[in-house]
């Protein structure tokens, strides 16, 4: 029997959309896809909205031209948090195409985690000084159009580690500069029901050392045993299980390497609501109780969903 201790008052939906102080949110998670169009085809009969595919663009600190960092994405926005999904941009090679090209190459799905902060310099000094040598921060930029049709361009500020400190996938903090124009109702899910970004479960071989290194990442203490342990965040929660303990948990999924970010787990404000969705969109589900569903990797490109409700809690604390 899993354990689900909680106040409803901590769901995610109820947080807001950015942290202050020293709070760290799961912000939001990225796919690596090949095609990024077979994946928006998924995406969009999940019920989710897609931005348009742009090429992504660090601002040169010297005052030039934007530089390419050679992915592009498209996102999925909700009420709390989004979904990411990046691919490489054609006809360039860069150190994160390389990287993306990299971890296709051991499955398809989920290999980014991204968390927000409030204080991206003292987010970088503390990771400093875990050891993480995390790089120079880097000004992401992004261009879009507002729904009126005008121009805009969002900003983060990203701090990110070299792959061989966290080599679960891309584990990186940001700042959200722009969060207006980031979460915008026009493009925000509502048909599917689902309203926030809940948390993360990750497949590994040692569950001791993975969640206490992501514990002096992220500064959280974590909770549980040697086969399964959780980390919550002020907005979020993280788990890290054993092929055994996730495949017992989750019957069906199929584990294709360790380490393997194995489901997302999102937050329903109605979770009947979220099935009849599905179900009229010929979207096969599992259920996990009367107020939690499953989507296989097979239907979401490589990464389980598992879709909770306010009576429920996924990733489950213990």
Request: proline share 7%; hydrophobic share 40%; glycine share 10%.
């Amino acid at each position: 029997m899993l354990l689900r201790n909680f106040n409803m008052d901590d769901a995610p939906e109820n947080a807001p959309q950015t942290p202050s102080g020293s709070e760290v949110f799961l912000d939001h998670v990225g796919w690596f896809v090949p095609d990024i169009e077979e994946l928006a085809g998924v995406m969009e009969r999940l019920g989710f909205i897609l931005t348009p595919f742009v090429a992504q663009q660090n601002a040169d600190p010297n005052g030039g031209a934007p530089v390419l960092t050679g992915t592009g994405n498209r996102c999925a926005m909700m009420q709390r948090g989004y979904l990411e999904f990046l691919a490489a941009v054609p006809g360039t090679e860069t150190i994160l195409s390389q990287q993306l090209k990299a971890a296709l190459d051991r499955y398809h799905g989920l290999h980014l985690v991204a968390f927000s902060i409030d204080d991206s310099a003292g987010a970088h000094e503390r990771l400093s000084a875990g050891g993480f040598a995390p790089q120079d921060p880097v000004h992401l930029r992004r261009p879009l159009t507002l729904g009126d049709g005008s121009p805009a361009e969002v900003a983060f500020t990203v701090l990110r580690v070299p792959p061989e400190k966290m080599p679960e996938g891309r584990i990186q903090m940001l700042r959200q500069e722009t969060p207006d124009l980031v979460w915008q109702e026009n493009i925000i899910a509502r048909d599917n029901g689902i309203v926030a970004l809940g948390g993360v479960i990750l497949c590994v071989d040692n569950v001791d050392e993975v969640s206490d290194r992501f514990s002096r990442f992220i500064g959280r203490d974590t909770e549980g045993s040697s086969d399964y342990r959780s980390l919550s965040l002020d907005r979020g929660r993280l788990c890290f299980a054993t092929v055994k303990e996730l495949t017992e948990r989750l019957p069906g999924l199929k584990v294709p390497t360790t380490p393997f970010m194995a489901a997302v787990c999102l937050q329903s404000g109605d979770i009947g609501r979220t099935r009849s969705f599905l179900s009229q969109a010929s979207i096969v589900t599992s259920r996990l109780g009367d107020h939690s569903l499953f989507v296989s990797p097979e239907d979401a490109c490589g990464t389980g969903i598992i879709i909770y409700d306010k009576s429920d809690i996924w990733p489950p604390a213990s």
